[in-house]
């Protein structure tokens, strides 16, 4: 599903994506971890042509995405991304925020859209906010409703960036749970999180970052209960029990 060759990046002489390569299978699950600056949200941002890239490729689905002949708008109704801040649209309601696209992008009538986007909105436990605007949510049910609208496109890849780290902790669950229960359906994933328990629990592989380098890729048993770098045992010291 998506094939990261040899990519790397840099601002000024900072080196930030260091010949980065990596291969996502269709229905698998990957979580991206480490440290603040790692180039995390770089690396996934980049999957969907957010952020360029100086040198290697990314494909998706076999697209090339940052080839300037990609159609890149045609390529992103494929590629669901969910933010950390949310980034709804304020002065739409919760329904208006999941249909905009559907509408406006695939052209989709309204009233199938609205259909559509009420049951997307009541799968997630927000059918009574369809009316609401993001100012009167809540950060866990807006976050729902910015899953839901990435999903009103059905997307054949979902990428999240700290889909918690904005959130209360009583709020965290109830956005990982809508997250598990996309698992479930063989949706494609890659999902920067500082979750450990959540990526050890549904992720199929953890890749670990740090300084712009994978540093490790295995599966989560494996990387949890014995890390292979002195980089990932020091990384998973400060983060587990703390
Ligand atoms: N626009 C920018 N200009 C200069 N440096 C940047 C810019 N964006 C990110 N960086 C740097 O790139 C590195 C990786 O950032 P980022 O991908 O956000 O890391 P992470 O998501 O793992 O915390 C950091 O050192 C950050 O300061
Ligand atoms: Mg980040």
Redesign the pocket.
Known sequence: MISIKSVSKS??S?I?LDNINLEVPKSQIYALI??????????I?SINALESIQEGEILVKGVSVHSKQTNINQLRTNIGFVFQSFNLYPHLTALQNVTYAPIHVKKMRSHDAETKGKALLASLGLEEKCNEYPGQLSGGQQQRVAIARALAMEPQLMLF??PTSALDPEMIKEVLDSIRKLALTGMTMVV?THEMGFAREICDKIVF?AE?KIVETAHPEQFFSNPQTERAKDFLAKVINH
């Open positions: 601002y000024g900072k930030v480490g440290p603040s600056g790692a180039g995390k949200s770089t690396l941002r960036d700290e920067v970052m712009g």
